[in-house]
């Protein structure tokens, strides 16, 4: 239990900092969970990330799986409190304010002057994502590679389902690494 | 056509469940393709403010397109149904892997699916920028943000840094 609390808190501090997106802060959740409370060592840090990423949902609920190791179900829960309650609660107050300019030129070409940003920032997430993932297919990094830029290629051209190049991708793991 | 609650919920609730690998691509693709209730455009202006502010941006995306529909009970029913289907789910997955994550099979699996999902991620950063039409000055800022993130710059400094060239760039773009 105290673990848990030491960990919420932890969180709660990244939530606000976290500018970028939950993943911005991942290196910092590896030093207050790795290096500071040892709760779990490099290589299970790592599979936790995989795990969150074959889940649906958002990314940031890899925070999720960190609490399940610490605290179990009580934990997969209170860590995505602690991590989403403060910055969900800071996006509220800005969405209120955000109404009632609804309007203001210069709004409109703030929002508009963030677009460019966040598209840079969504690709170098993808990149280093894809990067990351390279890892897990030992000596077949061409593969995962190609299977990073077939996805990309089916998803910009067609408007089908990804479901299917991701069950696809998996299909491929289990035939080459399973 | 402007949704209620409990569409957004619905709505956010399916992004939820099925959004392998992040769930951007999948509102994306729920709120444009789909449902029909933004355009390419403003969502990426949605995205961009959920990048900006602190915290998970499919979160905060969701409180912006929530609140912007239907105020605070908009934005609680975007967030409740994004997370409600994820959380469950993400437990019984926690519970497998307990037992079964040593396999073979599991590992390769989630081997597949990383790098499927990071493919996805890029596939819909393209669309975004089709859909954003960005002038020239946008795409070197762009372009940018991409070159200082893979140089593993911390975000805020690279958010702090552009966004006063993106607003410039979105003023200059409207002088036109």
């Known amino acids: 239990m105290t673990d848990l609390l030491a960990l919420m808190a932890g969180l709660a501090q990244l939530s606000i900092i976290a500018v970028g997106g939950g993943s911005a802060v991942l290196g910092d959740m590896h030093r207050l969970i790795v290096e500071e409370h040892g709760w779990m060592d490099d290589a ?4 936790s990330y995989a795990l969150a990423q074959a889940s649906p949902g958002p990314n940031v609920l890899v925070v999720g799986v960190f609490g399940w190791h610490v605290a179990g179900p009580l934990g997969l829960l209170g860590a995505t409190i602690a991590m989403c309650g403060p910055a969900g609660l800071l996006a509220l107050g800005f969405a209120t304010m955000r109404a009632r300019l609804t309007g203001a030129i210069w709004l409109r070409r703030v929002e508009r002057g963030m677009v460019p940003v966040a598209l840079g920032l969504v690709t170098a997430s993808a990149l280093l994502l894809g990067e990351t993932a390279l890892a897990t297919w030992g000596n077949l990094p061409l593969v995962a590679m190609g299977l990073t830029a077939a996805t990309a290629g089916f998803v910009f051209l067609t408007k089908a389902s990804p479901l299917w190049m991701l069950g696809g991708g998996a299909v491929l793991g289990i035939l080459l690494l399973g | 056509m402007r949704p209620s609650a409990k569409h957004l919920f619905t709505a956010y609730f399916q992004v939820g469940v099925s959004s392998f690998g992040g769930a951007n691509a999948w509102a994306r693709r729920m709120l ?16 961009g403010l959920g990048q900006v502010l602190p915290g998970p941006n499919a979160m905060n995306t969701a409180i912006i397109v929530g609140h912007g529909f239907c105020g605070v009970r908009g934005a609680a029913a975007a967030v409740a149904g994004l997370f409600a289907g994820p959380l469950f789910i993400l437990s019984m997955l926690c519970l497998l892997y307990d037992r079964f994550g040593h396999l073979g099979v ?30 020239a000055p946008m795409v070197v800022i762009g372009l940018t943000a991409l070159g200082l993130a893979l ?7 690279i958010i702090l840094g552009l966004a006063p060239l993106g607003i410039l760039a979105a003023y200059l773009e409207a002088r036109r």
């Open chain 1, 44 to 47: 299970s840090f790592a599979r």
């Open chain 2, 106 to 135: 599991v590992r390769g699996a989630l081997a597949g699916v990383a790098s499927a999902a990071a493919g996805m991620m890029l596939g819909t950063a393209f669309k975004l920028v089709r859909g954003a039409r960005p002038s």
């Open chain 2, 151 to 157: 140089w593993r710059l911390p975000l805020p400094w």
């Open chain 2, 32 to 47: 444009v393709e789909k449902r029909g209730w933004l355009t390419d455009r403003e969502f990426a202006e949605r995205l």
